[in-house]
């Protein structure tokens, strides 16, 4: 790759993340108080006791499914966990939910045997609007089939003291799982919020932590190993040295989970103060295109081709079984080295609040995204641009979000431009920080889908289609309030 940073500069740096040092993120006085992730892995004892004694109980009950509530990194790794491994046999099966949009809500709701599921809160804040959300709505339905029995069939999962904690005490909740008040959403794979839905499927979390731990030493003991979390460091750093960036998450089928975690933690990690990397997340080596601007991880993927075209790749193993841990800290310790080598705080997301500001105005007056676009409105906008994100309002597990995902691959293999896709309000929670406040250029297409049957919100005079059209309202106000060039489009105008 083109001159960047001398590697050994790289190793410094990682040393100094191994060692907790606050101070190697000159901008960010308060990071210090943010780094308990570097450790999780040696935390984990502590935590996976009372862990494994609540995931030994609900294995030894009727309790066939495990339904996780959660936003950003509380609900993407877990969701990881639940596509890498499935269930171990005896345990029950695990879904996340991270959509407002009621065809999503309801399909949980219609599919999960109420009667012998287990509802998993995930929140470190205990605030998250989505996952109260999905709790009333949820908690409503144990009612109905367990009567006062219910509460026995809910766990929280939050930070010590935090709203959520106090009401799963008052109410007498099946249990409370302490998060680390010193781990931030996005680098807790490894603490209680990707623990205890490692330990409810069956997966040998011991194993997962081991290789965490191992790669942790080696880094220690040869923080300029390029096998290690140094190479990608320095392979990252370079690039975004470089002016590339535009990171392409290349991934075969089965990896589109882990590739999305990756990119909520480099997105919200790296992009602001005009400044950031931004990941791709690509199914096929055909998709990207060679320009001065892209860079290519492939994560066990086929990239023939792409060295020759002048892309620099760098090639990961596959992540899968026991070595998740590891590649998950891999990629958790990369990153924080690259805010370092971009000057930014890895740990703050200083432009998050806007959107969710935005979004209780657009409840609170009952307003919507207002009229939608034709897509030619977006085109007149992309010449010169750095990238089109196409935000979408749809239920992630419905034929909309699928037509979308062929329509923005085609625009990215027709257009000078790299596309992405994210589906709110998931990406409001991964990716949102960097359309904000990471670098300018971008161009952003907010599609908002129909909500032929609604799905109220049990105590809250909203339903979850307002939740979502409101979502989606706050975020075009706060993109256009950080001067970005933004459109509600009309679905069905997208080339396809």
């Keep these: 790759m083109e001159h960047g940073p001398d590697p050994e500069d790289v190793a410094v740096d990682l040393a100094r993340v191994l060692a907790r040092d606050p101070s190697l993120?000159?901008?960010a006085p308060d990071a210090g108080r943010w780094l308990g992730w570097v450790?999780?892995?040696?935390?984990?004892?502590?935590?996976?006791d009372g862990i494994a004694r609540l995931a030994a109980d609900v294995r030894g009950e009727d309790v066939t499914d495990v339904v996780l509530s959660g936003m950003g990194g509380s609900s993407l790794f877990p969701e990881v966990l639940a596509r890498t491994f499935g269930p171990a046999p005896g345990s029950p099966r695990l879904r996340t939910i991270d959509s407002t949009d009621p065809a999503a809500v309801l399909r949980v709701e219609r599919e999960v045997p109420w009667s012998s599921a287990l509802l998993v809160a995930a929140s470190?804040?205990?605030?998250?609007?989505?996952?109260?959300?999905h709790l009333a709505r949820y908690r409503a339905r144990l009612g109905d089939s367990r009567g006062d029995d219910a509460a026995h069939r809910l766990v929280a999962v939050t930070d010590p003291g935090s709203p959520l904690e106090v009401r799963a005490r008052a109410e007498g909740w099946r249990g409370v799982v302490p998060g680390d008040p010193d781990v931030g959403g996005r680098y807790s794979a490894l603490s209680p919020f990707g623990l205890l839905p490692a330990a409810l499927l069956g997966v040998d979390v011991a194993a997962l932590v081991a290789g965490a731990t191992a790669l942790r030493r080696r880094a220690v003991a040869d923080p300029a190993d390029p096998d290690g979390p140094a190479g990608l460091a320095a392979f990252l750093a370079a690039g975004a040295a470089a002016g590339r960036d535009v990171l392409h998450l290349l991934v075969p089928p089965g990896v589109e989970p882990f590739a999305a975690w990756i990119e909520q933690l480099v997105a919200e990690s790296t992009g602001k103060h005009g400044r950031g990397v931004i990941p791709v997340v690509t199914r096929a080596a055909a998709d990207v295109r060679p320009d001065p601007r892209r860079m290519v991880v492939a994560l066990g993927a086929d990239a023939d081709g792409l060295a020759a075209a002048d892309v620099p790749v760098l090639t990961l193993p596959r992540p899968a079984g026991p070595d998740l841990g590891a590649e998950a800290l891999r990629w958790m310790l990369a990153t924080a080295v690259l805010g370092a080598r971009l000057g930014i705080d890895p740990f703050d997301q200083p432009?998050?609040?806007?959107a969710k500001a935005a979004t209780a105005a657009a409840l609170r007056d009952g307003t919507g995204p207002g009229p939608a676009d034709a897509f030619r409105a977006v085109e007149a906008d992309l010449p010169g641009a750095r990238y089109l994100a196409v935000l979408a309002y749809v239920d992630p597990g419905g034929t909309e979000a699928a037509d979308l995902e062929a329509r923005c691959r085609g625009l990215a293999r027709g257009l000078d431009v790299p596309v992405t896709l994210g589906i709110g309000p998931r990406y409001?929670?991964?990716?949102?920080?960097?359309?904000?406040?990471g670098p300018a250029g971008g161009v952003f297409a907010v599609v908002v889908g129909d909500d032929p049957q609604d799905a109220d919100v049990p105590g809250a005079p909203y339903g979850f289609s307002a939740l979502k059209r409101a979502q989606a309202a706050g975020d075009l106000a706060a993109l256009r309030a950080a001067g970005r060039t933004v459109h509600h489009v009309d679905a069905a105008t997208l080339p396809g």
């Design 25 to 27: 993120w000159s901008a």
């Design 124 to 133: 470190k804040s205990g605030t998250t609007v989505e996952t109260l959300a």
């Design 428 to 437: 409001l929670h991964s990716t949102g920080q960097l359309h904000k406040g």
């Design 351 to 354: 432009d998050v609040a806007a």
């Design 39 to 48: 450790a999780s892995d040696a935390r984990a004892d502590a935590h996976l």
